[in-house]
């Protein structure tokens, strides 16, 4: 809270100004010195009562109370200014800066994810979601350097391939072993591919590769990766053969399908327990709206997509992962890095989980991304930076 204060004296004045919302905060003091024939503009920091504000349910009326003293304590003056309280589930986008232009908010955004409620929602959903991972466990960024079991049955003269992404230096492991019915021999080939590469050989022209073999059997090889990037597990069945080969491999699991398990099995959990999505008009966005904390939707089972957005980044944030909310004109969906600290990230669209798959709501917001930055409209509201910045999550 910031007033202004004026000497119009002709000597300096030691004061202490006290403020205080009534019915919720602590009356706040600080004494302040201002010089003959100055203005300051001092800030006073309240002691907030967030049980009391936390249980306005609906807007109600208050008053902040001011009241300036000198250095005897004898009153100099007193003041009481209306305020509207709002709902503890009210967010603005925009807010006023001293001139009256809205001026962007969003990032605020951030006190509505909750990772730890006194409901236990949160860990409740994560229980859940343990069973619909591929390790029966919710890891965070634990599954990184762990092993998918992963495989393909390939058709003659055709390629199945798996894309990953490694940071430089991470070791890898590929170990792969072919089968086949009715045939002599089990020669296939297994490649690791840069992106680059993949291109080219998707193109069918030549082409290098971290790892490859031909007139495969069984296949273990282990490498580090070079750079970080974008990395194709490749697993092709030569023209020359006759029937499909069976490809069974155990490798590195890349940050990608990590992040895409955990978000899954989120997903997963909330599938299973019917959760459905509610429309919210596009211009709601304009300004401000009232959502639902996470504990309110997973009560309900219902969520439009800032709800639903802000289930998955609370229970993302629990288990020590770094979600954001996305937000694009009139829609928001969530994202996680792939890794701690890197500019890189999985999104998926929360919207699609009584609608679709896992993978659908992977493709479906990985091309909303995609546009709205082209479009140069695509906001990162980074959780984790948040965090960094003194926004902390609600108490509730």
């Known amino acids: 809270m910031s007033a202004a204060l004026i000497n119009t004296g002709a000597a300096a004045a030691h004061v202490t100004l006290t403020a205080q919302l009534q019915g919720y905060s602590q009356p706040a003091s600080q004494s302040f010195e201002v010089g003959a024939g100055s203005t300051i503009s001092p800030s006073v920091d309240l002691t907030f009562d967030f049980g009391a504000l936390y249980s306005v349910s609906a807007a109600v009326s208050a008053n902040f109370a001011f009241t300036l003293t000198d250095q005897t304590g004898e009153m100099l003056q007193s003041k009481t200014i209306p305020v509207t309280v709002l709902p503890k589930n009210t967010v603005f986008w925009t807010l006023p800066d001293a001139n009256g232009q809205q001026q962007d908010a969003s990032d605020f955004i951030a006190v509505f994810s909750t990772p730890h409620d006194s409901t236990h929602s949160i860990d409740s ?101 070079p750079a970080n990037g974008t990395y194709h597990h490749v697993m092709c069945n030569p023209q020359t053969n006759n029937v499909s080969r069976n490809f069974t491999v155990a490798r590195t699991i890349g940050d990608n399908e990590g992040a895409i398990d955990q978000m899954g099995a989120i997903f997963l959990a909330l599938k299973n327990r019917g959760m459905v999505y509610v429309n919210v008009p596009q211009d709601f966005f304009d300004n401000a709206q009232n959502v639902k904390f996470p504990p309110e939707s997973l009560s309900t089972d219902s969520a439009n997509c800032i709800d639903g957005t802000l289930v998955f980044a609370s229970a993302l944030e629990s288990i020590q992962m770094e979600p954001a909310v996305i937000k694009v004109p009139g829609h928001a969906f969530v994202a996680v890095r792939l890794a701690p600290g890197i500019d890189q990230w999985m999104p998926i669209e929360t919207t699609m989980v009584s609608s679709g798959t896992v993978m659908d709501a992977v493709t479906t917001s990985s091309n909303e991304w995609k546009q709205n930055q082209q479009m140069n409209v695509l906001q990162i509201i980074d959780i984790a930076k948040m965090r960094s910045l003194g926004i902390k999550p609600a108490p509730i």
């Not at 965070?140 to 079991?149: A, C, D, F, M, P």
């Not at 390629?159 to 492991?173: D, F, I, K, L, N």
């Open 125 to 225: 959903l994560l229980t859940e979601a343990a069973h619909q991972s591929a390790f029966k466990a919710i890891l965070g960024y634990e599954y990184r350097g762990r092993t998918l079991n992963d495989g393909a049955s390939v058709s003659p003269g055709t390629c199945a391939y798996r894309t990953a992404y490694y940071e430089q230096g991470q070791p890898v492991s590929v170990s792969a072993s072919v089968t086949c019915n009715a045939c002599l021999d089990s020669n296939a080939e297994y490649y690791v591919l840069d992106d680059a590469n993949f291109n080219l050989a998707q193109q069918n022209q030549n082409f290098k590769y971290l790892i490859g073999s031909q007139a495969l059997g069984s296949f273990q090889q282990n490498f580090d990766v």
